[in-house]
Each structure stands twice: as C-alpha cells, then as structure tokens.
C-alpha cells in the first residue's frame, strides 16, 4: 500500500520506488496489477510437475487411511510416468495428509456423568504366582470415581461374574449401564455392526436390572475410566522394578495387596472431584439399584436344569435320559459314570 500511495502521491514509477524503498520495476508490477483488478499479497502460484498426479496421491491416501509413506507414494508415481523429485512428492503428500486428517481428527469432549448411571470394568494382566498367570478384574463407577479391584484365575463367566457380583454389593447397589469391552463372555459375535449378546450376560443382566453395553472394538478411548485403573493398578499391583515390589508367595497375598490398594485410592481426594471416592459414593448410593439377596447362578459355576414337564436332566444343550430327575442329577455329576446327551 505504500508503493501504490507514493505512486498516487508523485505519479512517477522512479519517483514512488525511491518513497517507498524498492525499485521502479516493481512500482510498475503493482500499478499494473491494480489497474487489472488482480492485486494480491501472494505470490503467483506456479504449475508442478506433481499436480497432475495429485488426484492419484489422494486416492492412495484415502486407501491406506492417511497411512502411506511419501517414499512409498514416489515409487508409485515413477511407474506412472512422473519425473519431479522425491523432495516434491514429500511435499506433496504432507499436504494432502493434512487435507485428508482435518476432516477426521477426534474430539474429546468432558464426559459429564450422573449418579447412578454408569459402571465400567475391563481387564488387565496380573502378576505370575508359581507358574500361573493372574487377571485383575478393574471397575470403575463413573460419577463417584469408585474403583474396585479383584485377582482372579481366568475370565470365564463364573469368574468374570462372580466378580461383578461381588462389586455391585461393594458398591451397594447396582447402576442402570455396565460397559465393557467385547469379551466372548459379553459379546459373540458382530452382525452388520450390531453386537451379538451371550445369553449368559443377557440372563446376568436381567438378573440384577442393568443394561450391559460394549464399547467399541479396538478403541479404549471410550472407556477411559476403566482403562485408566487397570493401568493404575498394573503400575501398584505387578511387582516391576518401577515400585519395587516383590513377588507374591500366593494368591492369598494378591488379594489383600488389592483390598490395600482399593482402600489407598478410594479414600484420598481425587484430583478431579476434590473429594475422595468413598464419601461420593455415600451420596451415589442413593441412586443406585436393589441387589438381589443372592448371586447369579453363574456366580457358581455351571449350571443344569430339571425340565419341569419332561423327565430328563438339561446340561449344556445336551439331556440324560430314562432316570427319575434326581437320580439323573446325581449321575450327571458322579465323576466318571458322567454323561453328556
């Protein structure tokens, strides 16, 4: 603008460029620039060698979901016909990345919980004890921070609900939801994106009045809670050289280091809140469901069934036939005489 205004001012393309500071050959550019109502601040852009192949560089980037490498992309346009350099395709395909992700980045909004509505549990390796692999059952309960911390052997159904029965009356009540990951034990199979409930959680849930929801497959940013105390629990729990905690002489002793640890993190103010877990948990008990005086069935193992109108014994979709239905009950559980229909 102040080439243009000592251009006004004297009229003279020498006269302007030695106001302004520059030489009269680009007074001259801007005035003509002006007068042809195409002024800009940016200098004009120049064809590329690239720009051609560009549409390809986006489709591949469409097709490897941002992921392709830029030398991988050049080796693709040189059998295409492309002769620019590497250092061009690089350029390139930095652009088109940030073209193809803007669209695409992930916000993460704070989760405003309420009382009484949401439980997570997930998994996480425990430590080894004589040779046999432990699991650490982690919940959390989102509006009061409540953890919840069990050892368990494996993560079959009985064990995986014995478990949450046991922290449902921890808690003191059940929650509307409990989300979790896609186990076998929650989840059999997908069918055109839609879960496919086991039957046992199905019956689990009536049981105790909550809805179980799966989060989705492969993304733990939908259910951080839960993620965050397995990791917080991994890090206090499995003897590492970060916390330098020896190693457990028996199954008994995890346990009590995971009562101690749900003691330590339930009680101190959570940094969040500004209140510890255990008086939130006071309040959030109001809201919270009944229990059942007793435990799912599951809680105990497996189960069998005595039809009521037919006279056979039902054990895992198989039946025993030609006995009185408590004579075959016993049978079905005496060890080597036992038989599956």
């Known amino acids: 603008m102040e080439i243009l205004e000592s251009f006004d001012l004297t009229g003279s393309l020498r006269d302007a460029g030695e106001l302004a500071g520059c030489s009269h050959h680009t007074v001259a550019r801007y005035v003509a620039a002006r007068e042809a109502g195409g002024l800009c601040d940016r200098p004009a852009t120049r064809p590329m060698l690239i720009d051609e192949f560009l549409p390809k560089v986006e489709e591949w980037m469409e097709r490897s979901g941002g992921k392709i490498r830029a030398d991988k992309a050049h080796e693709k346009l040189l059998a295409l016909g492309y002769t620019g350099s590497e250092r061009t395709t690089r350029r390139a395909v930095h652009e088109v990345r940030l073209v193809f992700t803007a669209g695409r980045v992930r916000v993460h909004r704070p989760w405003v919980t309420e009382p009484g509505m949401w439980l997570q549990y997930d998994f996480g390796d425990g430590p080894v004890i004589d040779g046999v692999k432990t ?100 890090a206090d729990l499995v003897p590492k050289d970060t916390n330098l905690r020896p190693v457990y002489a ?80 016993t049978r079905l559980g005496a060890g080597p005489r036992s038989r599956r229909g």
């Open 135 to 234: 699991t650490l059952f982690c919940a959390w309960l989102a509006w009061s921070r409540f953890r919840v911390v069990l050892a368990l052997l494996d993560k079959t159904a009985p064990g995986v609900f014995a478990a949450l029965d046991v922290t449902l009356r921890r808690l003191g009540g059940a929650p509307t939801y409990v989300l979790t990951d896609n186990e076998k034990t929650v989840t059999i199979t997908h069918v055109a994106g839609m879960a496919v409930r086991n039957p046992t959680t199905v019956s689990f849930a009536r049981y105790y009045g909550v809805t179980v929801h799966t989060c989705e497959p492969a993304d733990p940013a939908s259910k951080g809670g839960s993620e965050s105390t397995v990791k917080l629990a991994k």
């Open 250 to 329: 028996s199954f008994a002793e995890l346990e009590t280091a995971c009562a101690q640890f749900c003691e330590m993190v339930n009680t101190r103010v959570h940094r969040v809140t500004r209140r510890a877990p255990t008086d939130m948990l006071a309040q959030e008990r109001t809201r919270l469901h009944p229990l059942p005086a007793t435990p799912h069935t599951v809680s105990f193992g497996v189960t069998r069934t005595v039809a009521a109108t037919a006279p056979m014994v039902v054990f895992e979709a198989g039946a025993v036939l030609g006995a009185p239905p408590a004579a075959r009950a």
